[in-house]
Each structure stands twice: as structure tokens, then as C-alpha cells.
């Protein structure tokens, strides 16, 4: 009898199969990393940084560009910053008289805090 023509098949059934389990794995595992794949990092935060970061320059144009009052019993407003520059160079062309004003505005805009209350332990 003549084995030869068998074990030859045999060895081709084996290696098919070999081939064949390591294709399914192959394609499972690329079907794993694709589908169990999270997305990427720090999008969902980068979004909210980027609305956060909007509102806030929003807010900070409103500000600089923008005539406002601060306090109006004591008679602080904010300019913009082009007025604001003219009403210093008016006023720096006598360098005394704007640092006096300078001073008295600080102190209206910074009033001293009021004394504490004497302690009844003392």
C-alpha cells in the first residue's frame, strides 16, 4: 500500500486549517480594535475649553470696548481704551497735578475699611 498520497493530504488539510484559524483570528482581532477602539483623548474637554474660552473673550471685548459703570454713587466708570488713553495724555501734561489726581481717585475708588468692633473679651 501506498501512504504517500495521504499523508500528503493530510499535510494540506493541516496547513489549511492553521491558515485558515489564523486568518479568523486576525480578522477578529481587527474587528475587536475597531469596535472596542475609545476616541481619542480629551475631545469632549477640548470642546468645552474651546466654548469656555469663547465666552470668555466675549466677555473681556464687552469689557475693553465698552462705556460701563463700576459704581455709580461713588462715580466710577469704565471707558474704553481709546478714551481712556486720550483723558491720560490730557491730563499728563502736567505731571504733578495728574499724579495728585491719580492719588485722590485711588482713594475714592479704595475707601479705608471701617475699624473693627472693640471685643468683648479684652
Known sequence: MNTEPVRERT???YATAIL?????VIALVWAMR????????GTE???????AL???RAGESEVLN?????????????LRIEDAMKVVEKEWVNPAAA????FSRVEKANP???????SPFE
Do not use: H
Not at 475597531?34 to 483623548?41: I, V
Open 34 to 41: 475597531r469596535y472596542a477602539q475609545p476616541s481619542p483623548l
Open 20 to 24: 485558515g484559524s489564523l486568518l479568523i
Open 99 to 102: 499724579r495728585s489726581n491719580l
Open 45 to 51: 474637554r477640548a470642546t468645552t475649553r474651546a466654548r
Open 112 to 118: 479705608p475699611p471701617p475699624k473693627p468692633a472693640p
Open 66 to 78: 465698552n462705556v460701563a459703570w463700576i459704581n455709580q454713587s461713588s462715580g466710577i466708570v469704565r
Open 11 to 13: 499535510g494540506i488539510a
Open 54 to 56: 469663547a465666552e470668555l
